[in-house]
């Protein structure tokens, strides 16, 4: 296992559930953040980078919005990079923040949680663009997230793939699982990504994705986190029960570099299914 040296956290499932706070989440990224640079990248996209930040900030989280990375910023820089315009299906909590890159003949279609704002008119006019010449971008593409009410909600990713079976396109994803989201992060601390360690609830877009971005990875049992996640092929290098026990489960040595301690237990049943994993021989 390569050192650890840096740490991406995401949001929704990590932190917090819905409005509520994950227990000791806020005193643990307190600890984290003492010990290395952290960044917090979210695929959250009813808010803006900013209302995110609002959000942290009124649960007692003192974070700083550029240690924040959003699928919506992400879409913004994959737009200027390419002098494009869009069209967009979003929440219309977020539409101001693209009024600018509108256009009635678009480069691309962009997907992302529009909740309420899901209309059979929006998808068919984003059904049209796409067999009009537009390309398909998915702002995010998780199939489902863990509401305010405790219960599983949807998320963009079934709405995106509606528009895939009905345009016979492939969508490009802008934040996670994409490689180029999690590297943009790495980048921003000045730390190679394989001394990253992300930290999510998502088996898919937060494990996976961080995997293949060369990425080390923590699962936590908060948020999205069901038991047949583990059955499904994809080995977290460590399972945890919460965020609250990730500053037991990493100790500091000389130089920054973060190693587990073999002799702390990283939640309830981590080492019965991630020993080898989980832990330095």
Do not use: W
């Not at 932190?15 to 643990?28: C, I, K, Q, R, W």
């Not at 992302?112 to 006019?125: R, V």
């Amino acid at each position: 296992m390569n050192g650890i040296q840096a740490l991406l956290l995401d949001l929704s499932g990590v932190l917090y559930e819905g409005d509520n706070m994950v227990e000791g989440a806020l005193e643990a990224v307190e600890v984290l953040k003492k010990r290395y640079p952290v960044r917090f990248i979210t695929n959250t996209t009813r808010k803006t980078g900013r209302q995110v930040c609002e959000k942290l900030r009124k649960m007692g989280f003192d974070i700083d919005e550029k240690a924040i990375f959003t699928a919506l910023d992400a879409t913004k820089r994959f737009l200027d990079e390419r002098d494009a315009r869009g069209y967009f299906l979003l929440f219309h909590n977020v539409e101001g923040e693209f009024s600018d890159y509108t256009s009635e003949n678009p480069d691309y279609v962009f997907v992302a949680d529009a909740y309420t704002d899901f209309t059979y008119e929006k998808l068919n006019t984003a059904f049209r663009h796409l067999m009009e010449g537009a390309e398909l971008v998915a702002i995010a593409k998780n199939r489902y997230f863990k509401d305010s009410d405790g219960m599983l909600s949807l998320d963009a990713g079934g709405f995106v793939t509606l528009l895939e079976y009905a345009s016979g396109k492939k969508a490009q994803i802008i934040g996670k699982p994409a490689k180029t989201f999690f590297h943009a992060a790495a980048v921003s601390m000045g730390v190679d990504p394989a001394h990253v360690m992300m930290v999510g609830d998502d088996i898919e877009s937060d494990i996976l994705g961080a995997q293949k971005a060369g990425m080390q990875t923590c699962f936590v049992r908060t948020g999205k986190f069901r038991p047949e996640d583990l059955q499904r092929g994809i080995e977290p290098g460590f399972v945890i029960d919460s965020i609250a026990d990730l500053p037991t489960c990493l100790k500091m040595e000389q130089g920054g570099i973060i190693v587990v301690k073999k002799e702390v237990s990283c939640g309830s049943s981590i080492q019965a299914e991630h020993s080898t994993n989980g832990t330095i021989p």
